[in-house]
């Protein structure tokens, strides 16, 4: 029997996420694909390496399934929405922010793009699940955009104007919208209608159809060059593994446990964690002001996600 996620949603979970490891742990993993895609992103072009990170994790989600006998989806519509939640969250989201970075655009103009998120998804959340988004966690999600743009301010090129884009630039900041768009409707997606589905057969039907996704557009768009170095090999190990699976695995357990809005701030952790690691791994610069944005957007995640009564 099919069941019915409508009238099985979790009650949001209004305490602090910050009270266990998990959000600590999913924001540390998510930062390091940042660093990943950056080590291996000059071995191969875009969508031919996410073909294949997102197919060699596919393929071990499938087989930890079926080695465990886990419930599959066994309806056309909870195989549809395990297929647009991975078209979404890993395909259209992952999809367009390696096009657009391989393309020109900075990595910070897709990483203030993308940041939107929690923005995002506190305009719209109330009109799917009416949930309540308080005055002080809009002002916890102010304060954590603010703090990104001030991490990453140094690393901002606006070197274009609207008027001034050439069609490379346009498609670009395309494509970190698509990104946006993709990310945002995809967690509110996999709330809505994936809640109660067993989180390791969905991913591996949700990380084939990105597989897909990623297959035709490589064959469109590319050569499918890849030069085999150990850098790209570290790198699509990690990204296969850790992120494709067991980053966006627990990315589906705090959405089942927490409000969207606490969740989704979870994300602005992310650009000043990553602006560590860079720090630290590639020497990259921190600046004064990137520095005080990454107290900032501590400060607005903690109000975010804090209770209240």
């Not at 923005?119 to 603010?146: D, M, Q």
């Not at 060059?225 to 850098?231: F, G, N, R, Y």
């Amino acid at each position: 029997m099919t069941p019915n996620n409508s009238d099985h949603r979790p009650q949001a979970d209004t305490t602090s996420l910050w009270r266990d490891p998990l959000p600590a742990v999913f924001v540390f993993l998510w930062s390091t694909g940042f660093i990943g895609a950056k080590l291996g992103a000059p071995y191969s072009e875009p969508f031919t390496f996410l073909a294949i990170r997102f197919g060699m994790a596919a393929l071990l989600m499938a087989i930890i399934g079926l080695a465990l006998n886990v419930q599959w989806p066994n309806t056309l519509p909870r195989i549809f929405h395990a297929i647009m939640v991975g078209i979404l969250i890993h395909g259209m989201y992952l999809g367009g922010v390696f096009w657009a970075i391989d393309n020109g655009i900075s990595a910070g103009i897709s990483a203030l793009i993308v940041s939107m998120q929690p923005l995002f998804t506190g305009i719209i959340v109330g009109a799917l699940f009416g949930e309540h988004v308080p005055a002080k966690r809009w002002l916890g999600l102010g304060l954590g955009f603010l703090g990104v743009i001030m991490v990453i301010w140094q690393s901002l090129d606006f070197g274009f104007t609207l008027d001034g884009m050439n069609s490379i630039e346009a498609a670009g900041i395309g494509a970190c919208i698509l990104s946006l768009i993709g990310i945002t409707t995809g967690t509110l997606y996999q709330r809505r209608f994936c809640i109660n589905e067993d989180l390791r057969a969905h991913q591996a039907i949700q990380l084939g159809s990105a597989t897909i996704a990623m297959i035709i557009l490589s064959f469109a768009l590319e050569t499918q060059t890849i030069k085999w170095e150990i850098p790209f090999i570290v790198a699509l190990i990690w990204l296969s593994l850790i992120m494709s699976v067991g980053t966006f695995t627990l990315l589906y357990v705090l959405i089942r446990r927490g409000s969207a809005t606490q969740i989704t701030s979870l994300f602005y952790m992310v650009p000043p964690l990553t602006a560590l690691m860079a720090y630290f791994l590639f020497d990259e610069t921190l600046s004064t002001l990137a520095l005080a944005g990454m107290v900032v957007t501590v400060s607005g995640v903690a109000l975010a996600t804090r209770k209240y009564v």
